[in-house]
């Protein structure tokens, strides 16, 4: 059995050609998705202002250590994918960061 890690991925994004059903739809949820609201979750965690022109998606990913950030990146822009699919978003240029939160090093200041 494989050791599991967890990750935290970032997923950014740009909305691309929404329609004026989405449009209406993200501009009256917005308050629900500002940086007060920014945190890492397995079901993913949707950032965006009223400018409507990026995103990002805060995924926490638990996976196998020896597949690393390259399959936790992947999974969680999967994940993003499927939900804007799900809305009926439009969007563009997905692109992902994960950190292994196992690996690592936290600096701690002297006492």
Known sequence: MAAQHTYR????????RLSEASRATLLAEVDDHGMAQLR???EGSLVYDTALVSFSYRYTIVSDAEDGEEMAAALAEEKAEAA??????GYRNLRAKATDMDTMKINRKGR
Do not use: C, E
Request: aromatic share 12%.
């Open 9 to 16: 991925v970032i997923v950014r994004g740009n909305w691309d």
């Open 84 to 89: 804007l699919r799900a809305a009926g978003h």
């Open 40 to 42: 890492f979750t397995p």
